[in-house]
């Protein structure tokens, strides 16, 4: 089984900063997934990063506001940039090893934006 | 494209009752299906999955789930449930085969009262 350790686990950030989240697999995996859960919410697919390759978003996420780095099979990045209180939510970073493979979750980032 | 819906946001249950969350899907594909599990301040965690075979599913933690096609259903059932079962129950879809997205549904909070 993989795991993920995300950084940070929690940060308070001000109204138009940029934030950038880590994400740690402790194996090569194919697959990894941003995913955002607002407060009481269910979990929404940001996008899928790819290695080697721009991250494919979802409808209502774009690359400018949510810009994604996974540079080799074990770690990316996601920045969330010019931060507004809209953007309060926990993100969490996922992988898949392998075809048919559960998805494992990191423990999350709590963001607040003030 | 697919979609989950979980029919019940809460359901309260007295300890030692069996429980049933209910959980419909769409897709114009054939699909992979999920429960996932979050307890309180706690990241995602695995119950169970379908991929193919027996529609009959045992996951961790004495729950099962039964894949309907004919329904499109997949809904998680306990026999007897504890306190300690309390938590955020999360049905998910994926397409069948590969390293395809997992679509959640929007969750449904079990409460368990002694």
């Known amino acids: 089984s993989a795991v993920i350790s995300q950084k940070p686990s929690r940060d308070i950030c001000q109204r138009g900063t940029s934030l950038t989240i880590q994400c740690q697999v402790d194996?090569?995996?194919?697959?990894m997934f941003w995913y955002r859960q607002q407060p009481g919410q269910s979990l929404t697919l940001i996008a899928t990063a790819n290695q080697g390759s721009e991250a494919t978003y979802e409808s209502g996420f774009v690359i400018d506001k949510f810009p994604i780095s996974r540079p080799n099979l074990t770690f990316s990045t996601l920045t969330v940039s010019n931060m507004s209180p809209e953007d309060s939510s926990i993100y969490l970073c996922?992988?898949?090893?392998?075809?048919?493979?559960?998805?494992?979750f990191g423990s999350g980032t709590q963001l607040s934006v003030l | 494209a697919q979609s989950v819906t979980q029919l019940d946001s809460q359901v309260p249950v007295f300890e030692e009752a069996p429980v049933e969350l209910r959980c419909n899907y769409s897709?114009?594909?054939?699909?992979?299906l999920f429960w996932y599990v979050q307890y309180p301040n706690q990241g995602l965690q695995l119950l169970l999955k379908y991929l193919s075979g027996s529609t009959l599913v045992k996951g961790i933690n004495g729950f099962e789930a039964e894949f309907n096609k004919s329904q499109t259903s997949f809904h998680l059932r306990k026999p007897s449930v504890h306190i300690s079962d309390t938590a955020e129950y999360f049905c998910a879809v994926s397409k069948s085969g590969g390293y395809n997205k997992l679509i959640f549904g929007a969750g449904t909070r079990l409460a368990v009262h002694p």
């Open positions: 996922s992988a898949r090893q392998g075809p048919n493979e559960k998805l494992f």
């Open positions: 897709s114009s594909v054939s699909v992979y």
């Open positions: 194996s090569q995996v194919t697959m």
